[in-house]
């Protein structure tokens, strides 16, 4: 069995518990414990085969993308949850999941400083970079957003449909927001919002928040900080200097997403937005005449744009944060740093080997590299070939496509400022990542030297 199973266990014993608080209620089921129904059995059978078409994400040598199964107990308490499928949109829809969303939500900002906050979860990043940059467009109506050339494309989106304008700041050799092209930008003084990233989408790099901050004090722009996949690594004690320095200066924003469904162990629909100021409160005002009468407490709905949403999330993202609280020195926290280690190491390794070029060392998980050729074609075809090959060996890597520059003055690329190549990309955000390091690397040795020879 690769699947874990741990958390059928955990849910049939606290299912029992659940059941017990409504004990008081008259039987509403005619049997509750019926012989199941075997057209349910041969539909399972039948989603189960058709799961079968994905990718092994779950196992050590998936080390593509960014995704990873959620831990056994989010998996068990979603599913308990959705025995009785709360609503954290109101009080009225959900009295539990929002208090155990309150707390998990004040858990997430605590990591960043803040002891005072608004935030909420929300259906992912998208959703809650867009609440984020509603709020800073609200606050500074048709002044301009900007994110770097390496940020997540959503933002670009997201300010379209909020019809606010954007521009990209240009990004350094090794993907970070160039201080000096931003302050060129901030100088025609209709910037409204800059959008750190701490942890880019393709490379993990990270926004200088140190300068960036400096230039907040001089021409006072609202800083957003998009933490969504890097933001958990603030727990992380092996982090290089420059990228600590920014991540110690995150609580500095006045607004941070962060996505419990990339790092933090969660099942996909789980983001969350953070606000320092709770009177932004006030800009999300609005009347409901269905809801909010149950209770005259803060209702999620009130500080959200989702009306309805998952409390299973909340109850997922509690209970995780329970068991695995957001500590340095801690449980989770060690599992960052050995996704950190495995990607420092696999670096080195790609860094010593004749047959590939790195751009630069990673910052956070994230690794990307390029095999060694004489043209920026040739490494891009050689990128796919390898990518395929390494698939068919069970090692999934992705593919990124990087401006050129990434690679410095280092490499014999003849491009334009503009051009990029085809890499190869590994998110190693598994912690058993670190131990599978040698057999990952035998099997990149091994396809690299084919796609080679069927080359040459
Ligand atoms: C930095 C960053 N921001 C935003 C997003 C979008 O998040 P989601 O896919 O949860 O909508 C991502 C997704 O990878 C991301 O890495």
Same mark, same amino acid.
């Given at each position: 069995?690769?699947?874990?199973?741990?958390?059928?266990?955990?849910?049939?014993?606290?299912?029992?518990?659940?059941?017990?608080?409504?004990?008081?209620?008259?039987?509403?089921?005619?049997?509750?414990?019926?012989?199941?129904? !075997?057209?349910?059995?041969?539909?399972?059978?039948?989603?189960?085969?058709?799961? &079968?078409?994905?990718?092994?994400?779950?196992?050590?040598?998936?080390?593509?993308?960014?995704?990873?199964?959620?831990?056994?107990?989010?998996?068990?308490?979603?599913?308990?949850?959705?025995?009785?499928?709360?609503?954290?949109?109101?009080?009225?829809?959900?009295?539990?999941?929002?208090?155990?969303?309150?707390?998990?939500?004040?858990?997430?900002?605590?990591?960043? *400083?803040?002891?005072?906050?608004?935030?909420?979860?929300? *259906?992912?990043?998208?959703?809650?970079?867009?609440?984020?940059?509603?709020?800073?467009?609200?606050?500074?109506?048709?002044?301009?957003?900007?994110?770097?050339?390496?940020?997540?494309?959503?933002?670009?989106?997201?300010?379209?449909?909020?019809?606010? !304008?954007?521009?990209?700041?240009?990004?350094?050799?090794?993907?970070?927001?160039?201080?000096?092209?931003?302050?060129?930008?901030?100088?025609?003084?209709?910037? *409204?919002?800059?959008?750190?990233?701490?942890?880019?989408?393709?490379?993990?790099?990270?926004?200088?928040?140190?300068?960036?901050?400096?230039?907040?004090?001089?021409?006072?722009?609202?800083?957003?900080?998009?933490?969504?996949?890097? *933001?958990?690594?603030?727990?992380?004690?092996?982090?290089?200097?420059?990228?600590?320095?920014?991540?110690?200066?995150?609580?500095?924003?006045?607004?941070?997403?962060?996505?419990?469904?990339?790092?933090?162990?969660?099942?996909?629909?789980?983001?969350?937005?953070?606000?320092?100021?709770?009177?932004?409160?006030?800009?999300?005002?609005?009347?409901?005449?269905?809801?909010?009468?149950?209770?005259?407490?803060? &209702?999620?709905?009130?500080?959200?744009?989702?009306?309805?949403?998952?409390?299973?999330?909340?109850?997922?993202?509690?209970?995780?944060?329970?068991?695995?609280?957001?500590?340095?020195?801690?449980?989770?926290?060690?599992?960052?740093?050995?996704?950190?280690?495995?990607?420092?190491?696999?670096?080195?390794?790609?860094?010593?080997?004749?047959?590939?070029?790195?751009?630069?060392?990673?910052?956070?998980?994230?690794?990307?590299?390029? !095999?060694?050729?004489?043209?920026?074609?040739?490494?891009?075809?050689?990128?796919?070939?390898?990518?395929?090959?390494?698939?068919?060996?069970?090692?999934?890597?992705?593919?990124?496509?990087?401006?050129?520059?990434?690679?410095?003055?280092?490499?014999?690329?003849?491009?334009?400022?503009?051009?990029?190549?085809?890499?190869?990309?590994?998110?190693?955000?598994? !912690?058993?990542?670190?131990?599978?390091?040698?057999?990952?690397?035998?099997?990149?040795?091994?396809?690299?030297?084919?796609?080679?020879?069927?080359?040459?």
């Amino acid at each position: 069995m690769h699947l874990e199973e741990t958390s059928l266990q955990l849910l049939k014993d606290s299912l029992k518990r659940l059941d017990a608080g409504f004990n008081a209620l008259p039987a509403a089921a005619e049997n509750p414990t019926q012989p199941l129904d !075997p057209r349910l059995t041969a539909v399972m059978t039948e989603v189960a085969t058709r799961l &079968h078409d994905n990718y092994p994400y779950f196992h050590p040598l998936y080390a593509g993308q960014m995704l990873k199964p959620p831990h056994p107990i989010a998996r068990a308490a979603y599913a308990l949850a959705t025995w009785i499928n709360p609503n954290n949109h109101a009080l009225d829809g959900g009295r539990a999941s929002s208090a155990l969303e309150k707390e998990a939500v004040a858990q997430i900002a605590a990591m960043f *400083g803040w002891q005072e906050h608004l935030g909420h979860l929300c *259906g992912g990043g998208t959703m809650a970079n867009l609440e984020a940059l509603w709020v800073a467009g609200q606050l500074h109506p048709g002044k301009k957003i900007v994110a770097s050339d390496q940020s997540h494309y959503t933002h670009k989106r997201i300010s379209a449909v909020l019809q606010l !304008p954007f521009a990209e700041a240009p990004t350094d050799n090794r993907g970070r927001m160039d201080p000096r092209a931003l302050e060129k930008m901030l100088a025609a003084g209709d910037v *409204g919002c800059v959008v750190a990233t701490e942890g880019t989408t393709g490379t993990g790099s990270v926004d200088p928040l140190t300068e960036i901050l400096c230039l907040r004090k001089r021409y006072g722009f609202r800083l957003h900080v998009d933490a969504a996949y890097g *933001g958990y690594f603030t727990l992380a004690s092996n982090l290089a200097a420059e990228t600590r320095a920014s991540f110690d200066l995150i609580g500095r924003a006045d607004s941070i997403v962060i996505d419990p469904h990339k790092h933090g162990l969660q099942p996909y629909g789980c983001g969350c937005v953070l606000f320092r100021d709770p009177q932004v409160g006030a800009i999300y005002k609005h009347e409901s005449p269905y809801t909010y009468f149950t209770s005259s407490d803060l &209702h999620l709905g009130e500080i959200s744009l989702e009306c309805s949403r998952p409390g299973a999330s909340a109850v997922a993202l509690w209970a995780t944060q329970r068991l695995l609280p957001l500590v340095r020195g801690g449980e989770f926290a060690a599992m960052l740093e050995a996704s950190r280690d495995a990607a420092v190491q696999f670096a080195e390794r790609l860094a010593t080997d004749q047959r590939w070029l790195l751009p630069f060392a990673p910052e956070l998980d994230i690794v990307v590299w390029a !095999p060694r050729a004489e043209t920026v074609a040739e490494i891009s075809a050689l990128s796919q070939r390898i990518f395929d090959a390494a698939a068919k060996q069970n090692l999934h890597l992705a593919l990124i496509r990087v401006p050129i520059k990434f690679f410095g003055t280092q490499r014999n690329l003849q491009a334009g400022a503009t051009d990029t190549v085809l890499c190869l990309r590994s998110v190693l955000m598994k !912690p058993e990542h670190r131990d599978w390091l040698d057999r990952i690397y035998a099997i990149l040795s091994r396809v690299a030297e084919s796609a080679v020879s069927s080359v040459s």
